[in-house]
């Protein structure tokens, strides 16, 4: 027998947390990659192109919420990565 906790479904702080930290982060995350990606903003479709990478971003985030092992780990996790991606994206 594994000692592990188990995972708990606090389902609705995970599920706020994806929603709104996972579309925030998703959105640093997509500028990340406008600004840095090949070609950085002066590509001619990259606009459209960054548009359309948001949702599977942002949907990856919320599937891979349900991992944490309580709602406060993925406010916590997600909180950080929000941090470093848009104090990345803002010292650019």
């Not at 609705?12 to 903003?41: D, E, Q, R």
């Not at 919420?65 to 406060?72: A, E, I, P, T």
Request: aromatic residues 16%; hydrophobic residues 55%; glycine residues 10%.
């Amino acid at each position: 027998m594994s000692t592990r906790p188990k995972i708990r479904p606090d389902w609705i702080s995970k599920t706020l947390c994806g929603l709104v930290l996972g579309f925030t982060l998703a959105l640093a995350l997509v500028g990340l990659f406008a600004w840095f990606g090949p070609g950085s903003m002066a590509a001619g479709d990259k606009y459209q192109f960054n548009m359309w990478l948001l949702a599977p971003v942002w949907l990856s985030i919320l599937s891979l919420v349900y991992l944490f092992r309580s709602g406060r780990r993925a406010l916590l996790w997600l909180g950080g990565a929000n941090l470093l991606a848009w104090g990345l994206l803002f010292l650019r």
